[in-house]
Nanobody
Framework: QVQLEESGGGLVQPGDSLRLSCAAT????????IAWFRQAPGKEREFVAA????????YYRDSVKGRFTISRDNAKNTMYLQMDSLKPEDTAVYFC???????????????????WGQGTRVTVSS
């Protein structure tokens, strides 16, 4: 049984940093495409960042480029999202996700992902 367990959300001020974690059991993250999505109140779930299998390439939505970093620890089978210079518009529930197929053209489409974490809330407010 595949499980993705997230942690690391919280309430921070603009300009602060947070690191989200997503520990996986039942599959090997290294051999799958991994991603982070987020969903703000009243909005659709949106792509944030992804890393293809074996970590060959990473992808980000434009609004987080240079501020967010997706990574993976193979030994711990855990993925991370390092978020720096946080802004109020980053406020959302963040979800980790895994796509077994890893097709580049659908990387940003949440419907293609097979497994999801439960979500962790990030609030950026002064």
């Amino acid at each position: 049984q595949v499980q993705l367990e997230e942690s690391g959300g919280g309430l921070v001020q603009p300009g602060d940093s947070l690191r989200l974690s997503c520990a996986a059991t039942g599959l090997t993250l290294r051999t799958n495409t991994i991603a982070w999505f987020r969903q703000a109140p009243g909005k659709e779930r949106e792509f944030v960042a992804a890393m293809r299998s074996y970590g060959l390439n990473t992808y980000y939505r434009d609004s987080v480029k240079g501020r967010f970093t997706i990574s993976r620890d193979n030994a711990k089978n855990t993925m991370y999202l390092q978020m720096d210079s946080l802004k109020p518009e980053d406020t959302a529930v963040y979800f980790c996700a895994v796509d077994r197929a890893g097709i580049l053209s659908t990387l940003r489409d949440p419907d293609t992902y097979d497994y999801w974490g439960q979500g962790t809330r990030v609030t950026v407010s002064s």
